[in-house]
């Protein structure tokens, strides 16, 4: 923490995550790539690990940008049922054959639930044809729903045909390995006790994966706020790691540009990525309970949160915003 940010401000601000945002894990704070701020709370320490929830769905879409970019996966515009050829579609399904793997990078593929049926998804030894089960139905393709548990497990299905390797290893050799992410083992559930002790652990490095051994497209992974703002880095610096192209250019710009609304909250989408202000280049990967990396490109800013899960937080992009940005964007170092 350099003094030249100020002492005072920073102690205001541990005092309001500590009044308002009691449930942040740690947080990392990071300009022109060096650490301004980096702390913990909750008894948690810099090796501590935190489910991220939907931040999940950021790494899969950079994971599906390093399978373009390393030709296993020809274009966004491939037919998601051309990864699955043995995967038998029921009579009359038209839909389904028409939607693409950009469908589901931008939340504009339709699905046969109305409400989300979680017990039934958890309990499937096989989750990406449980969704592929679900995919299509007499919904409109282009129309955006976000869908936070079902439908990105496509991708991960998609990421394990085309590769030939299962997405932890991929994101292991390309992505995390690379980065200096640790990510230790796949995690499988055997009850419904264990994923909750999951989700409150602080100390579980893993990702997700379904008894046919794939790993979670919408969520499941654990993160320390380093390795939240390291992603966020290397998505700042135009995909370059270490003099090291991980994800080209082209695909960042790709998809943190507006492709689909949220028209509800009235916020722009890209490949799940959300897009935070376009005039600043300000983007995040967001996930249940204030988990959190965003970076500003004008700003040169990057802030990771980690969080434990707690329903209806506050904002924590206003936070960022409002709080955060204010102290360390014209620190000194």
Known sequence: MNKSCGLEKVTELEKKINNDYSNIAGMVVLKDGKTLYEN???????????????????????????????????SINQKVLDFFPDYTIKRREKTIQNVTLKDLLTMTAPYKYKFTPYIKYFTSDDWVKFTLDLLGGRGQIGKFRYTPLIG??????????????????????????????????????HSKEEQLAFNKAKNISGWVADQAGVNTGGWGLTLSPMDMAKIGRLYLDGGIWSGKQIVSTGWINESTKEHSRWEKINLPYGYLWWIIDGKEHAYAAMGDGGNVIYFNTKKKIVVSIASFFVPKVKDRIEFIKEYIEPIFENCVY
């Not at 501590?48 to 996966?73: E, F, M, N």
């Not at 394990?160 to 992505?175: H, I, R, W």
Request: aromatic share 10%; with cysteine.
């Open 152 to 189: 990105p497990d496509i991708l991960s299905g998609i990421l394990v045909k085309a590769t030939g390797q299962s997405v932890f290893d991929f994101a292991k050799e390309n992505l995390f390995s690379p980065l200096g992410i640790t990510v230790e083992s796949n995690v499988t559930f």
């Open 40 to 74: 913990y709370f909750n008894e948690c320490t810099a090796t501590s690990r935190i489910h991220v929830y939907s931040v999940t769905k950021s790494i899969i879409s950079i994971l599906i940008g390093i399978a373009i970019d390393k030709g296993y996966i020809k």
